[in-house]
Nanobody, 118 residues
Framework: QVQLVESGGGSVQAGNSLRLSCVFYGQTFALYVMGWFRQVPGKERELVAQITSGSSTYEADSVKGRFTQSRDHAKNTVYLQMNSLRPEDTAIYYC????????????WGQGTQVTVSS
């Protein structure tokens, strides 16, 4: 069973940076695509970024050029570096995983709050 443990959220002022981490447990890390989602109350969860085992990445237009991802296979960890944060980035951020043979993310971290003040 896959378990994801996130860390790194917090409160910052606009323009500052945060780095989120997500440690992957339980299965073969290299066989999973990792994603980052965020959700604000009253809105659907949205995909922010995802990274394949070969480190091919996707970022949503709203974060492109500001957020970058990486994954460390030695540590079974993915990172989301968030720069130039804006108040509209305020949300709960979730790490997620899906096996390379599936289309939907089926494993989720506990979520971490990111709050950006103006």
């Amino acid at each position: 069973q896959v378990q994801l443990v996130e860390s790194g959220g917090g409160s910052v002022q606009a323009g500052n940076s945060l780095r989120l981490s997500c440690v992957f447990y339980g299965q073969t890390f290299a066989l999973y695509v990792m994603g980052w989602f965020r959700q604000v109350p009253g809105k659907e969860r949205e995909l922010v970024a995802q990274i394949t085992s070969g480190s091919s990445t996707y970022e949503a237009d709203s974060v492109k050029g500001r957020f970058t991802q990486s994954r460390d296979h030695a540590k079974n960890t993915v990172y989301l570096q968030m720069n130039s944060l804006r108040p509209e980035d305020t949300a709960i951020y979730y790490c997620a995983a899906k096996h390379i043979t599936t289309s939907e993310f089926g494993y989720w971290g506990q979520g971490t709050q990111v709050t950006v003040s103006s």
